[in-house]
């Protein structure tokens, strides 16, 4: 399908210089940055740095496509003639510091010396990505990958404790991480192998059973994790409520879903299943499938202290009915041996409702925390977790 692409240029010293011609890429999806980079470099003879949105028009993020204006930093002047542009550069005090001018660089130049002082120099950065979640670059050496700089926004800012947390118990699980630094920064070692996109049953229970151990160990460190700062996601009436107070009107049965939530959570809480570390976008996308060896989990940012059948609920999202009781059913026999009081797959199947309720919740903290021009990238999301919820309890 792929997107059009416009590009609004600024010069380094951050003035506007105009945009380049419309031009066609491969990839639909807005945050996937790398072609059109080459694209620039192609066409145009130019190095440009993405720095972040400025419209979308025909299409939606979860769609990908239509046409997509960036705006980007340019190294050097334009060769060609741009058009005129005048892009709103007014200060916003939600934007990451990789999106403004001259951000992207100095993260570069801190990974670069990263490093170069963890014995790889000469490393070279290619932009792989950029939005309101995060930005990445991949790191090569002597054209080979050897590290990703991962920078993200501040209420993202516990993903490097959180990778500590996690390779403490559970070493190879997550990333290697080599460095971490000030706004958001982190250099990760490269992960051999392939996202796990579109992976089966089989993949799916083989993460499911290396993350276990690592929730029921932090089943009694509640404490521990908070005091490194991962968001407190565990249930409560009131954020749900909150999030759904604006679309009672417009999302047909939400009413009688959060009306009769207290009595849902109260029976959750009956099956004695703790709260623990959760990494919130559990999806097989989110992890480095490697031949022979175990999966390495990424994406941290999600992680919260929760409810554990957040987790299951999402792993098996898109799968089969029959295959994905099957993994439920295998989550909640390893829940069943470590805490024999508990009933799992009760709380499983009473939280379907209260996982797609998360998601809203999720969202609109999203929105609240970007800057408006960003906004494209959620605006839907919110009422299709609402509506979820309530196609959950029917």
Known sequence: MGRTVKLVLLDTLGVPLGALPPFDVSVPWWPEVEEVVAGARSRYGIEVQVLRLLTASGATAATGGGTVTYLAQLAGSPPIAVEPADP??????????????????????????????????????????????????????????????????????HEPAVLGLVAGVAPGLVPPLLAAGSQGRMLLAHVPGEDGFGAGAGVRAEIAAEWHPVQEHFADRVDDLLAVGLPDARLAVEPFARVAAGHRADVDGLGEVIDELPRRLERIAAC?????????????????IRSGAPAVIMDWGDASVGHPADDILRLTEGLPGTEAEALTVAWALRWRAARPDSDPQLAAELMRPVFHLRRAVIYADFVAKIEPAEHPYHAADVREGLTAAVAAVR
Do not use: M
């Open 272 to 288: 004695r299943l703790p709260d623990t570390i959760v990494h919130g976008d559990l999806h097989p996308g989110n992890a480095r």
């Open 88 to 157: 709103d550069l007014s200060p916003q005090p939600c934007r990451a510091p990789y999106a403004e001018p001259g951000g992207p660089a100095a993260s570069i130049r801190w990974a670069i010396a990263a490093l170069d002082a963890l014995g790889s120099p000469n490393a070279v950065a290619t932009q792989r990505k950029t939005w309101n979640l995060s930005a990445i670059w991949r790191l090569d050496v002597a054209g080979a990958p050897v590290a990703w700089l991962k920078q993200v926004p501040e209420f993202f800012a």
